[in-house]
């Protein structure tokens, strides 16, 4: 069923709010006086469950100390991912592989991968790492082909 437009337009027009509307800033006011800034305590670590920090906590050193690998996958240089797609991947040897918990023996060097698992340290000089399913391996885990460019780091 269709309307006229006219006839839709000639009905009184009923607001349900009073004509004198809040401003936002009123309206914030009003709302902002029900409550009140609550004081800042110091609790036990273990006793602060369900809290909320009244001034950031700041670490005096990294925390890993290490820049950690998010993914199994292999720490790359980005640039030897560069143009890879599914049908044109990178083919790169990999030289090594490094487990939680472990460094990663020999340097990355240039047209390499080292396989990562998640958690291990990523490779000094290596600034990304391509995830697993990103990738197929050939020749027994010699090389592995990654399938994306990798321009994200760990």
């Known amino acids: 069923m269709t309307r006229n437009h006219k006839e839709h337009h000639d009905r009184p027009h009923r607001h349900h709010y009073d004509a004198e509307m809040l ?5 914030r006011s009003r709302i902002l006086s029900y409550f009140s ?7 036990p670590l273990l006793g602060s469950l369900g809290q909320v920090l009244g001034e950031p906590v700041v670490a005096p050193f990294h925390v890993p100390q290490l820049t950690n690998s998010a993914m199994d996958g292999y720490a790359v240089f980005s640039s030897d991912t560069t143009g890879s797609t599914k049908n044109a991947p990178s083919v790169l040897q990999v030289t090594g592989v490094v487990a939680a918990g472990q460094i990663a ?3 990355l060097k240039p ?3 080292i396989r990562i698992m998640t958690g291990a340290p990523v490779p000094e000089n ?3 790492v391509v995830a697993f399913e ?9 090389t ?3 399938r994306r460019y990798c321009s994200y780091t760990y």
């Open 134 to 142: 990103d990738t197929d391996e050939l020749e027994r885990g010699e």
């Open 111 to 113: 047209g390499t991968a």
């Open 37 to 43: 800034e609550l004081s800042v305590e110091s609790t």
């Open 126 to 128: 290596a600034d990304a």
């Open 144 to 146: 592995v082909k990654s």
């Open 105 to 107: 023996d020999q340097p």
């Open 23 to 27: 401003s936002v800033e009123e309206a």
